[in-house]
T-cell receptor, first 111, second 115 residues
Framework: ELKVEQNPLFLSMQEGKNYTIYCNYS?????LYWYRQDPGKSLESLFV?????AVKQEGRLMASLDTKARLSTLHITAAVHDLSATYFC???????????FGEGTQLTVNP | DTEVTQTPKHLVMGMTNKKSLKCEQH?????MYWYKQKAKKPPELMFV???????INESVPSRFSPECPNSSLLNLHLHALQPEDSALYLC??????????????FGQGTRLTVV
């Protein structure tokens, strides 16, 4: 069974600071996704990571994937209040359809 | 067009009602999903349709009945639900054949309340 673990589950940080969210998964995967969810809203796709060593950046967010360690990171640079949301990673097993989500990281950026 | 459209956005139904949720995409995606999400929890997979055939049913109670009439449409028929079925129901689609990137897009969800 594929298990996906995120940490931390809760993150309170000050504006301007940097931090990293970690996503570990238990079995071989060929796709890893990062999503953002605002309260009461749906999931917004942030990144799709398909290969070992993949790195993608959008604004203050950068995601990377290490398939050998079965680890993805979401790095936040110089956080701003607008980044406050819940961030999920999701993993699909190789050649599979099922997308398994981590528990989510609830990020609060304080002024 | 990178949209997955879900209707209705909100639904309140009694335990004896029958209602349906609808999901539509025109991205040529051949895999479509239903997820259920409770507050402050991750989405939980319910069903997967691949090429209009049901490929995954995560042991969902029969009061939830999925249907995929064609490659663009996905329905979820609801009957005799319980209050604990109240949740955000999310539809997603992915996999355009020949395109490896295979991003999964989610609809805006239907907020269901069972009274």
């Amino acid at each position: 069974e594929l298990k996906v673990e995120q940490n931390p589950l809760f993150l309170s940080m000050q504006e301007g600071k940097n931090y990293t969210i970690y996503c570990n998964y238990s079995t071989t995967s060929d796709r890893l996704y990062w999503y953002r969810q605002d309260p009461g809203k749906s999931l917004e796709s942030l990144f799709v990571l398909l290969s070992n060593g993949a790195v993608k950046q959008e604004g203050r967010l950068m995601a990377s994937l290490d398939t050998k360690a079965r680890l993805s990171t979401l790095h936040i640079t110089a956080a701003v209040h607008d980044l406050s949301a819940t961030y999920f990673c999701a993993v699909a097993r190789t050649s599979g359809s099922r997308l398994t989500f981590g528990e989510g990281t609830q990020l609060t950026v304080n002024p | 067009d990178t949209e997955v459209t879900q209707t209705p956005k909100h639904l309140v139904m009694g335990m004896t009602n029958k209602k349906s949720l609808k999901c539509e995409q025109h991205m040529g995606h051949r895999a479509m999903y239903w997820y259920k999400q409770k507050a402050k929890k991750p989405p939980e997979l319910m069903f997967v349709y691949s090429y209009e055939k049901l490929s995954i049913n995560e042991s969902v109670p029969s009061r939830f009945s999925p249907e995929c009439p064609n490659s663009s449409l996905l329905n979820l028929h609801l009957h005799a639900l319980q209050p604990e079925d109240s949740a955000l129901y999310l539809c997603a689609s992915r996999y355009r054949p020949g395109l490896r990137r295979s991003e999964a897009f989610f609809g805006q969800g239907t907020r269901l309340t069972v009274v």
